[in-house]
T-cell receptor, first 114, second 113 residues
Framework: GESVGLHLPTLSVQEGDNSIINCAYS??????FIWYKQESGKGPQFIID?????DKRQGQRVTVLLNKTVKHLSLQIAATQPGDSAVYFC?????????????FGKGTTLSVSS | GAVVSQHPSWVICKSGTSVKIECRSL??????MFWYRQFPKQSLMLMAT?????????EQGVEKDKFLINHASLTLSTLTVTSAHPEDSSFYIC?????????FGSGTQLSVL
């Protein structure tokens, strides 16, 4: 698999590899974080979320890790597939109440080659 | 998940005209909706928070007289770009809150000639 320590605008992986996309958030008051996938010309699609009282949450083929000490969030995609190619955004709520407006981070474009 | 419908998906208009974009929550009621703007290869930037039955709350730097928001019912919010200019060309995306989760529309690509 391929991982990045700091945010990179693009990530290229081979089909079947594991992908790790990183995100640094800015607001220490944020207690709710979400990863979204956005395909070209479409709106963001919810992938997985995590609250600040957790440091790890798993979904189907995806895992989100939260490190509040360094304000870092990562998305791990197992066995990456060509259909995973998209732009991935992390988002934070910036406040204590989940469901309020989200603040989006810089996206990472994931390209999966067969 | 909940479905948010946004219409139209794309629109081309002449400079100086106004364009209305609709955002509907199809299977749930949304007292709060959000409007975002996205330029090519950039992130989503929050423009305003739309509250049913009250005035919208605009983010700093967003002209409320330029971007009119109306949230007249629990399932519909509209964004009207008034006197559109080429620099208003962008991808506009709405989202609606259901419980603690936000769901997004499919976006509207606005091109102003």
């Amino acid at each position: 698999g391929e991982s990045v320590g700091l945010h990179l605008p693009t990530l290229s992986v081979q089909e079947g590899d594991n992908s790790i996309i990183n995100c640094a958030y800015s607001n220490s008051a944020s207690d709710y974080f979400i990863w979204y996938k956005q395909e070209s010309g479409k709106g963001p699609q919810f992938i997985i979320d995590i609250r600040s009282n957790m440091d790890k949450r798993q979904g189907q083929r995806v895992t989100v890790l939260l490190n509040k000490t360094v304000k870092h969030l990562s998305l791990q995609i197992a066995a990456t597939q060509p259909g995973d190619s998209a732009v991935y955004f992390c988002a934070e709520n910036g406040q204590k109440q989940a469901g309020t407006a989200l603040i989006f981070g810089k996206g990472t474009t994931l390209s999966v080659s067969s | 998940g909940a479905v948010v419908s946004q219409h139209p998906s794309w629109v081309i208009c002449k400079s100086g005209t106004s364009v209305k974009i609709e955002c509907r929550s199809l299977d749930f009621q949304a007292t709060t909706m959000f409007w975002y703007r996205q330029f090519p290869k950039q992130s989503l930037m929050l423009m305003a928070t739309s509250n049913e039955g009250s005035k919208a709350t605009y983010e700093q730097g967003v002209e409320k007289d330029k971007f009119l928001i109306n949230h007249a019912s629990l399932t519909l919010s509209t964004l009207t770009v008034t006197s559109a200019h080429p620099e208003d060309s962008s991808f506009y995306i709405c989202s609606a809150r259901q419980g603690t989760k936000l769901f997004f529309g499919s976006g509207t690509q606005l091109s102003v000639l």
